[in-house]
């Protein structure tokens, strides 16, 4: 059974709620054009072209609360959810899907991802790397982590930085597109270290957070982490909180295999998460072709694995993960 892990979508009635209210300047190419975000008849056939039973999707970026101000993010959040019941309710055999939870409000973050899941049978909450710019590890969002923890659902972490965060301080944005190409590595991995180093992994043993693109530079700089926060080191300054353990709590995170077909970024993701926390995922219908080369090459690259790796990297973790039944 092939289940793709991290995918997106746009439900019609949230794209039409959004596409009304965002502001002129607002760049929304995407939701205007790529018609397999919003045809899903286009999806489908996509996906039986290679050999996709089941796609796990989530709404694309921008995060709304980059777009509107808190209310209104919040407001369209609850639009995206309940629409996105409605399509996954549409296509049962092919699509489950995620809640969209901006968390510029926690205390609303917390009751939607209860309603989300309990009411909607939404499988988890997808945030991004950054809240408008803030840390995923403050002390207010401890209540978001506790409640995702409690309901014992995953989160979804995807990039986010913008076009207009400059590569360099003298400039106004960031040129040649690197603010996506190597800007969105870097805030995930970013994110996932404060996670780590701030406590947040350690206070939650049973969160489970499913991070995009084989978990950006933890796996080719996990060696450089460890060391300069092993105890004793002086070089930096340790995390606060005891329970932090930082080569263990690394590995916490499951980490899905959209690396445009690196075969060799693939097994350094698997060798330091391990088979079992790796999913098969595609981003479709992002990249070339309208998805179908970033799927393509996803697909092959964990088809080249050996059988013991392929199996349970292509829907055995998310069968077991998400709890889908086998068909």
Request: net charge negative; charged share 25%; glycine share 8%.
């Amino acid at each position: 059974m092939r289940i793709d892990a991290f995918a997106h979508a746009l439900p019609p009635g949230f794209r039409d709620a959004v596409l009304t209210r965002a502001p002129d300047d607002q760049d929304l190419v995407n939701w205007l054009s790529l018609r397999r975000l919003f045809d899903i008849e286009e999806r489908v056939a996509l996906m039986d072209a290679l050999g996709i039973d089941v796609q796990i999707v989530t709404t694309p970026s921008p995060p709304l609360e980059e777009m509107f101000a808190p209310e209104v993010a919040c407001q369209l959040a609850e639009v995206a959810n309940r629409e996105m019941a409605r399509l996954v309710e549409a296509y049962p055999d092919r699509l489950r899907g995620t809640a969209t939870i901006p968390l510029v409000d926690p205390k609303w973050a917390v009751g939607e991802l209860r309603r989300a899941v309990n009411e909607l049978g939404l499988l988890g909450p997808l945030i991004y790397t950054h809240v408008n710019g803030g840390p995923l590890d403050g002390a207010e969002l401890e209540p978001f982590w506790d409640e995702a923890e409690k309901l014992g659902v995953p989160i979804w972490l995807h990039p986010d930085r913008s076009r207009n965060s400059p590569d360099y301080v003298d400039e106004d944005g960031s040129r040649y597109g690197l603010f996506l190409v190597l800007g969105w590595p870097y805030e995930t991995s970013l994110a996932m270290a404060r996670l780590v180093l701030s406590g947040v992994i350690a206070r939650h043993p049973g969160l489970e957070i499913i991070v995009h693109h084989g978990g950006g530079m933890i796996p080719f700089f996990h060696r450089r982490i460890e060391m300069n926060y092993q105890p004793g080191q002086r070089r930096v300054p340790m995390p606060s909180d005891t329970t932090v353990d930082v080569k263990r709590d690394l590995r916490r995170f499951y980490v899905d295999s959209v690396l445009q077909g690196a075969t060799s970024a693939l097994a350094t993701s698997i060798d330091f998460f391990g088979a079992d926390r790796v999913l098969f995922a595609t981003d479709m219908p992002f990249g070339p072709g309208d998805g179908l080369e970033f799927a393509r090459a996803s697909l092959e690259s964990v088809e080249q694995l050996p059988l013991s790796q392929r199996e349970v990297i292509l829907g055995e973790n998310a069968i077991k993960l998400l709890g889908i039944d086998r068909p």
